[in-house]
């Protein structure tokens, strides 16, 4: 790409001067970049990585240029970081879902696809995976090595399901993009007291995933017991989460690493929960609430809501003071002279 | 099913006038339920589900009935929930136990059987499992897609293991469900100073499951240092465990997802973990004892103690005190008027 | 192993009359221990255990050796569980890499490896291991059943890689260890706002794993987003860790079980997270510093710090005087005769 084709992609302004036929053919942050990659600027704290770079161009607002060093092709935006990322997904096309990793199209030798498994043109399975009875898979989609697909389970067009994953009992939409690793559909965690130990509660549900969904490696998902586990669309699901039997996440969710829902949790449309937290069973997280990483939400939160904190989940204010006032007391319970303060 | 079947098997009491011939086929929660479905009520905040609700029948206590829709079948028990349990288990008897995602029967074309091992008659291997030299399998037992059962590793009759599980150095009872990509018996986590680094030490040991137990998704049990890793009878673990060497799980214990054993922990009989409850090294949890979710545990815990709470694990009562007073805190501190209160 | 050459492998010293010639074949605690068993002792609380053990030979302190039973070998060591250890390294040297679960040598049947790989002489591939396009792997190494490596991948020399492993964009050195169940070098969790939900950030880096890595079962790490994540010669990472985009982990750090690194962490060597630590973005952990079990770490750790607590981590001392004062608070305001004290 040239700086001027740059340009024309990200409405970026290139400063007087600027080389428009420069060719950028990567991308770098600052310290890393060499002539023919394009770099960004948004927070003061990199303006000595600027002053060094080596960067061919860099995407920045207006208050960074007068630290870019000489040669350096300077492109004025309002939005640096979401311009580069515009650059990374024009140059990189291939890295928006993952591919065959044995560089396979079609049916590899080493894939045992079921007889009456029903594959659309354009599907590709890697070597090792396992496509059982009744499944269908659309065009465009990538099963990984070593993935098993159960009976009966649909999954849409564009999607790429990784090497080493679990699914059955699934309903999977378009473009989903499960990484590798992950556990998707098998038993909720059902059980009551019985005459010589505990007993299994059926679990006759299944997993609905819808459109656009992302979920990261080794996460687990359960199918429902008498209803169905859903994801909606647009949701993104980190590394390491788990997702209880009849949980029902609405659209556009993000959820961070080693989060965990219990039973039967419904998050409504654009939640987001941070790093490691955990929501005990029945609860409702309302459209848009945020909870901080580790937070630990044992009531209903509201829309719009941002918890977190130590212990239950609470407004992050009052849980911010609730970490101040600990503090204190504990530094006052040390200090003798203090204890009348 | 008819409800006649129904009412003999739970012992539940038709209300008069119910249709004793009328066919169930399936079950659903109320507000899902169709004509030919069973469905069930057992706490008030669903009584407006029972208003509308489509079910054929539904199992419910006495204080319910007058809130049922005409034409409903009413069964009347003192244990609702029980009661559609076990109508759900005589539907849906393949639901105890997970089977061929293949659809197999014997050993599937593309699994790999060491010619050493030993397989009972009625065995099922699902394509691309790998199964090592040495190892024994009991009749009736199916071993999903991919797995990979190790040297010398004993998996008794009627068990499930999961597609993705690797399976080493265990001796496995009758009975026995691991769910989809567990990791049981690798290496414990256990090293020593060294001259360069750090130095390995052994893990001799071995991974002891015995008879009904059940195993999540994804979860993790290393094998014994110089003791073995033993889970006892019918306990159940849920997804995303981790339960490191040495540990000593007793019989019907139940932990719930995200949790981790630290090594050489004992759980007595009866123990409940909640979720992503952690549990520091050598630490005893007595029998019958109930960890709340997200506790931290880091002293022995007294047989049937409710602890939990914010930080170190504490008796639950302490551990609401301690909430309730840092909240009342925090409140004061932020209103001047209320200091001295 | 001759009682002598124990002494001479550890430098312990056998008390007067020990037969220097028994014979010790096998190592155990001192209550599971026999006669041709060597054992150790360096607490007081197995002193019961020591008095009534039947093992043949046991290590132990000065102390100790007036409760040792009459025919016990005292062998007399400063550092009696090193001591151990060294004889236990001794006696099962093959219990310091995981082997190939197959007993197989070379490329076994139902491996598929792609004709553009390389494998030198003496690397193992177990049944069911798909190797990809341009993969290298070096003398020595195992590759376990059902793992999936990807196009491009670089492996050392007398490494590991576990069954159901998936490893791609990843350069990893010598003698590294990766246990069963691991996802390495997928894409890491970056989206930006778009005009119809998350836009996916490209994720081009890689991940770089240097010489005596072990990493443990289940383990999550994502390949950097535009730099590479990467982990130091010997850190040892335990099992179900997460391990985001862009990390940059020292040398010889320890990472207990189910620990958590937000994109962007630095942790500079001899770190030590305690088991499910929290680590948020863009934290730098200084060199040496030791985290506490259960840890959430919201600023920058400086180097040599102890630090943990209830709610963002603090110096343990600090962060004791804390649960301290909470748990004092809380009783007193139980009490209403303490609540002027």
Partial sequence: MTVREIAALTGAEPRNGALLDHVISNVAPLDLAGPSDVSFIEQPKYADSLAETHAGACLMTERFESGAPRGLIVLRTKEPYRAFIAVQRKLFPESMRPVSMFGADGVAPGAIVHSSARLESGVTVDPGAVIGPDVRIGAGTVIGANAAIGAGVQIGRDCAIGSNCSVTHSLIGDRVIIHPGCCIGQDGFGYIP????????PQIGRVIIQDDVEIGAGTTIDRGGIRDTFI???????????IAHNC??????IIVAQSGLSGSVTLEDYVVLGGSVGVIDHITIGKGAKLAARSSVMRNVPPGAQWGGIGPAKPLKQAF??????ERLARRADDPEKQGD
Same sequence: chains 1, 2, 3.
């Fill in 194 to 201: 019985g005459k010589a130990g505990l007993d299994k509660v």
């Fill in 232 to 242: 909606g669309e647009g949701t993104k699901i980190d590394n390491l989460c788990q």
């Fill in 248 to 253: 029902r996440i609405g659209r556009h969710c």
């Fill in 321 to 326: 003071r609730e970490v101040v006032i600990l």
